[in-house]
């Protein structure tokens, strides 16, 4: 087979005009979803803005949109359910789609390392929603703040993850507690943390899903504690062992898994931690910095 030949400057003009036949479509889908039905001057106003930032869509929540169009935000989620969406989430991940430039199709597409690499950036595309509603986020950073110490299970492929996370939360956290080999030393170190105060049990559970992590879950719950989960959307069906979730996609595609959206969500939660503890956090990471710079810990 031959090598993909480079491309040519008419093709990148030709990507450059890929928006208008987006918004095109998306006005189609629109003008179908409202077919026979009497659009108030609200409705207009906000069809007109749908239109003028189709790029924007993925992003905006149902209050800026609103903003924009100088309507209310129960008229935005009216509008939704007129176009027969489940509500404003529902429509904005429908409208996205549309205008968004259409991603590459296996058939252009090199390797199957390129295909990986494409399902990754739409899982990371998919965090970008989740994130939109930010109550969850803050929910878990107030309860990592509150729990002192912080217990942090990770076993197995899952115990990278949350060396990750102690690494960093470390800087900031007062005591935090990595949970990161297995066997019956798991119950000991949760119960340890539970008798010095810990409240919160910061798990991550990616697939496969040891039993040792659910038998771990459970006994945290046995002991009082609660749990927030960092998973993939399988292990919904095990919600009764979760006080806080939050999940991210995976890709499957090649040998192992690859999940890139999970360390920007580690980022945020150690953020969202931050947030919900600000003087102390600010303070130990200027201490940090101090202590770093005197003993000369990094090159530059």
């Known amino acids: 087979m031959s090598a993909t030949p480079p491309r040519t400057p008419q093709k990148k003009e030709k990507t450059k005009l890929d928006a208008i036949p987006n918004q095109k479509s998306l006005q189609v889908e629109i003008e179908t979803r409202l077919k026979d039905q009497r659009l108030t001057p609200s409705y207009r106003r ?7 930032h189709s790029n924007e869509l993925g992003f905006l929540s149902s209050m800026e949109l609103a903003q924009l169009a100088n309507v209310s935000q129960p008229s935005v989620s009216r509008f939704s359910v007129a176009l027969g969406f489940d509500g404003f989430l529902d429509m904005r991940r429908c409208f996205r789609a549309i205008s968004e430039p259409a991603s590459p ?13 494409a399902a990754e950036a739409a899982n990371v595309a998919d965090l970008v929603n989740t994130l939109s509603d930010l109550s969850t ?31 960093f939360a470390a800087k900031v956290h007062p005591d935090v507690r990595p949970i990161i080999y297995g066997g019956s030393l798991v119950e000991d170190q949760l119960e340890q943390a539970h008798v010095a105060g810990a409240s919160l049990l910061l798990a991550f559970a990616m697939p496969l899903y ?10 945290a719950k046995q002991l009082g504690m609660k749990v927030a989960l960092v998973s993939d959307p399988t292990f919904r069906h095990q919600s009764d062992l979760v006080d806080l979730l939050l999940t991210v996609r995976i890709n499957s595609s090649l040998v192992y898994d690859s999940c890139a959206a999970l360390p920007i969500l580690i980022s945020v939660l150690l953020d969202a931690m931050c947030d919900a503890m600000p003087q102390q956090a600010e303070a ?7 202590s770093s710079s005197r003993r000369k810990v990094f090159a530059s």
């Open 46 to 52: 906000i069809v007109q803005c749908l239109m003028d």
């Open 105 to 117: 199709t296996p058939a252009t597409m090199s390797n199957r390392y390129q295909s990986a690499a």
């Open 137 to 167: 986020v803050k929910a878990f950073g107030e309860a990592l703040a509150k729990s002192k110490p912080l217990a942090v299970l990770g076993l197995r492929a899952s115990s990278g993850h949350a060396t990750q996370f102690c690494y």
């Open 210 to 219: 040891p039993r040792e992590t659910l038998k771990a879950l459970r006994y």
């Open 284 to 290: 130990r990471l200027e201490y940090n910095e101090r």
